[in-house]
């Protein structure tokens, strides 16, 4: 699910801190339910680091979320976003990563390196603070662990979903071309492709 930022918050990604202001008001946002799950989200930056999208992937239970890296990147392909961010909370408050928060890690920046998406960075945040894969080093670490290689046949078919994906994109434009050029609403060209108002308004 597509996160709405206002115009404050498309804003130039720095360093970590700035993203962290803009993950803490979304979280914030939330009722306090369900700020007592586990929610994860993937952030997609342009070439200039700009905050192009925030992409609610899964919302979970209180110490898990599910996210699968077709989820992760097909936002980022729509987008035509270079770089992506990793965000999590944790309910609980503990910002340590744990074991399957590095590997999943490690996996995902594998996917994005291959299909040209970098992740640069996993923030884990709380209501009120977050900690920085990049900033602690794991990133770099990650980086160079060798875990999690892609195989060919992976390859093969993270090729085939990328392609697919680019194709549906650019039907979908086609498609919302044609009925703005019929004097169609953004409303109704928004139900019928899926696409954002935002990328409607840009054609």
């Known amino acids: 699910m597509n996160v709405r930022l206002s115009k404050e918050q498309k804003i130039q990604v720095l360093n970590s801190t700035h993203i962290y202001k803009v993950m803490q008001q979304v979280l914030l946002r939330e009722n306090k339910i369900r700020r007592n799950q586990e929610h994860f989200w993937a952030v997609g930056l342009d070439n200039a680091n700009k905050n192009l999208f925030i992409e609610l992937i899964g919302l979970g239970a209180v110490n898990r979320v599910n996210a699968n890296p077709p989820d992760i990147f097909r936002m980022g392909i729509y987008k035509l976003a270079v770089k992506m961010i990793l965000v999590h909370n944790h309910p609980s408050g503990n910002l340590t990563p744990s074991k399957a928060d590095k590997d999943f890690t490690d996996r995902i920046l594998k996917v994005g390196k291959l299909i040209d998406i970098e992740v640069v960075d996993h923030l884990i945040i709380s209501e009120e603070k977050y900690i920085s894969f990049a ?42 071309k044609k009925l703005k050029d019929q004097g169609v609403d953004i409303d109704t060209i928004k139900k019928a492709t899926n696409l954002t108002k935002w990328d409607i308004k840009k054609l």
């Open 135 to 176: 900033d602690e080093g794991i990133i770099t670490e990650i980086q160079n662990s060798g875990l999690f290689e892609i195989v060919d046949r992976e390859k093969k078919d993270l090729e085939e979903w990328r392609i697919k994906t680019e194709k549906e994109r650019s039907v979908k434009i086609d498609i919302a």
